[in-house]
């Protein structure tokens, strides 16, 4: 058993702006590497730059860590059933730039940190709800500017009894439901994968129109990976039905809103304003008519950060690496589908109760 734990080998593949800064590298890593080294398997940092490179480096390893680096298609069918990689990890929550089919034909398990972030991202997406229905950017501005007067406090909604619309209720999407419950918001929510029975757990009325929801809603916020279905789902359409005194709240993902058609929407007062952690071209242009606008809150898409939320995270994805090298299925899955491309694996567990187990068996 332990000969072939020291025979296991993971691969860390950094961004190709630090490959050649390895104390950075160490300083990235020392998380990620906990699980490794808790049961004496191989850390190996790839130092290469092309895609031919690291598909020679994959070869000698059984799981990869991936951290910004461009993964090519090409790459998919060098592992997974076609090679000693089974699968690759990745830090953090979205997957739209993967190409999740082919990765999944070929066998390849592809996993994240979904969960690492819910508190953080829940707490941000209130700062920014409270910011907006405060309208704090504007008084803030003027107080500065050495303006101190009531003349632009109307019409401020009294929160108490208002309804927030949340789309997409996975872990994030919840917790922002729990939080805005707390300040007396009546949530409502859509998302055409969770029943009904689901969210009555959760005191939330779900809809089956998305329009319907944006009418309705006082404040509205995404929760919802990027893809297809997602890309632009709050568009000119969706601007429309809003409420002229409603607030777009976004620490999801930037294209999830049409941002032509906000801007085209804040300037023409279609609604309130907008409180933004991401947007469709990061980092934002310094430009962007969003960033003069008074009633529009935003941040440099750091939702998820806290040094606690990251430290797990980064020890999230060594974990879940580890997993897939030992034969067990990952906790956060992205292409759960890969399952009927691969042979079955072990039921998922946590870490600790894995290292219980090979501790036991030395």
């Not at 999740?100 to 972030?117: C, D, M, Q, R």
């Not at 922002?176 to 929510?189: N, P």
């Not at 929801?213 to 279905?229: G, I, K, M, R, T």
């Not at 879940?320 to 906790?331: F, K, N, S, T, V």
Request: net charge negative; with cysteine; hydrophobic share 40%.
């Amino acid at each position: 058993m332990t000969e072939k734990i020291n025979e296991i080998n993971v691969l860390y593949v950094p961004p190709k702006e630090l490959k050649n800064n390895l104390s950075k590298i160490n300083s990235f890593t020392k998380e990620q590497s906990k699980a490794v080294n808790d049961i004496g398997a191989n850390f190996v940092v790839f130092q290469g730059e092309t895609d031919g490179e690291l598909i020679e480096a994959l070869k000698d390893a059984d799981v990869a860590i991936n951290q910004g680096h461009s993964i090519s298609t090409d790459i998919y069918s060098e592992i997974g059933n076609n090679g000693r990689c089974k699968g690759i990890t990745f830090f953090g929550q979205g997957f739209d730039k993967l190409d999740l089919e082919t990765a999944t034909k070929n066998g390849v398990i592809l996993t994240n940190t979904a969960s690492f972030g819910t508190e953080e991202v829940s707490n941000h997406t209130i700062m920014l709800f409270l910011l907006c229905s405060r309208k704090y950017v504007l008084h803030d501005s003027l107080m500065r500017s050495g303006v101190w007067t009531r003349e632009y406090l109307s019409p401020m909604g009294h929160i108490m009894g208002q309804i927030f619309g949340i789309i997409g209720l996975g872990n994030i999407g919840r917790a922002v439901a729990r939080k805005a419950k707390a300040f007396g918001l009546k949530v409502i929510a859509y998302d055409p994968y969770i029943s009904s029975w689901d969210a009555k757990e959760y005191g939330i009325e779900m809809y089956d129109d998305l329009y319907k929801l944006a009418n309705d809603s006082d404040y509205v916020s995404p929760h919802v990976y990027l893809n297809n279905e997602t890309k632009h789902m709050i568009n000119k359409k969706f601007f429309d039905s809003m409420k002229d005194t409603a607030y777009i709240i976004n620490c999801s993902r930037g294209p999830v809103i049409d941002e032509k058609s906000l801007i085209i929407a804040l300037n023409n007062n279609d609604i309130a304003g907008a409180g933004l952690d991401v947007f469709e071209k990061e980092p934002i242009d310094n430009d962007n008519p969003l960033l003069e606008m008074k009633n529009v809150a935003v941040t440099n898409h750091y939702a998820s950060y806290s040094e606690v939320a990251w430290t797990r995270g980064n020890q999230q994805v060594g974990e879940e690496a580890m997993r897939i090298a030992l034969g067990y299925w990952p906790m956060s899955v992205i292409n759960p589908d890969v399952s009927a491309f691969i042979e079955p694996m072990k039921q998922s567990k946590s870490w600790d109760l894995i290292k219980k187990d090979f501790n036991n068996l030395l």
